[in-house]
């Protein structure tokens, strides 16, 4: 089992800067994907950035250039830097991690309790 305990959300004003962590324990190998999803109200969960343990990334178009992730592979944590922030960055963040405990199991998807960013004047 991987627990997600994400942090770092908030209130923050259009153009400003937020940064958001998440800290993976729990028993699993390291080649591993973790990364980041939103979700706004009435809108359907959408993928934000991931990062491989290999330090491939995705980023989604509406944030190309505005955030970056990075990943701590010593603290099992995963970052997401969110710069030049806009009103429609405004959902409920949540961290994932695509791991799997030995060599011989199968990949699981683990989902945080997700954490709230609002972006307003």
């Known amino acids: 089992q991987v627990r997600l305990v994400e942090s770092g959300g908030g209130l923050e004003q259009p153009g400003g800067s937020l940064r958001l962590s998440c800290a993976a324990s729990?028993?699993?190998?390291?080649?591993?994907?973790m990364g980041w999803y939103r979700q706004a109200p009435g809108k359907q969960r959408e993928p934000v950035a991931t990062?491989?343990?290999?330090?491939?990334?995705y980023y989604a178009d509406s944030v190309k250039d505005r955030f970056t992730i990075s990943r701590d592979n010593a603290k099992n944590t995963v970052y997401l830097q969110m710069n030049s922030l806009k009103p429609e960055d405004t959902a409920a963040y949540y961290c994932?991690?695509?791991?799997?405990?030995?060599?011989?199991?199968?990949?699981?998807?683990?989902w945080g309790q997700g954490t709230q960013v609002t972006v307003s004047s």
């Open positions: 729990g028993s699993f190998l390291n080649d591993n994907t």
């Open positions: 990062t491989t343990s290999g330090g491939s990334t």
């Open positions: 994932y991690a695509r791991a799997r405990r030995s060599y011989s199991s199968g990949y699981s998807d683990y």
